[in-house]
């Protein structure tokens, strides 16, 4: 039987490069790259050799397929480990506009 599908708005699934920059008391505490395997408006699952905690916040940038530079502030909900990789779940609790137009368009190109 099929899990029950929780997400507010659908992804899709993706490779795109993403920068983080992860923040504590607003201070940068450390930053990198990760690729993104998928995405919608309301978050997106990421790949990274780094671990993560839940309810970190971070500042991801994401380099759209349209070349475009999209940046968003995400909250981590979950970190599973997968090999010698995690993946993170990301959410975004907060979207302008032009972001929520560039995440569905992302999204619904794949």
Same mark, same amino acid.
């Given at each position: ?10 992804? @899709? ?15 940068? *505490?450390? #930053? @990198?790259?990760?690729? *993104?395997?998928?995405?919608?408006? #309301? @978050?997106?699952l990421l790949? #990274? ?22 940046e968003i502030? @995400?909250v981590v ?18 979207? *302008? ?14």
């Amino acid at each position: 039987m099929a899990a029950k599908e929780r997400r507010r708005a659908p992804r @899709g699934a993706a490779l795109l490069l993403t920068s983080f920059r992860c923040l504590e008391k607003g201070e940068v *505490t450390w #930053s @990198g790259f990760a690729r *993104t395997l998928n995405i919608g408006e #309301s @978050g997106a699952l990421l790949e #990274s050799p780094d671990r993560f905690r839940v309810d970190q916040l971070l500042i991801l940038e994401f380099l759209m397929d349209n070349d475009q530079l999209l940046e968003i502030q @995400g909250v981590v909900k979950r970190v599973e480990k997968s090999r010698n990789m995690y993946q993170v779940a990301v959410a975004f609790p907060k979207l *302008t506009a032009k972001a929520k137009r560039l995440l569905a368009k992302q999204a619904a190109a794949i």
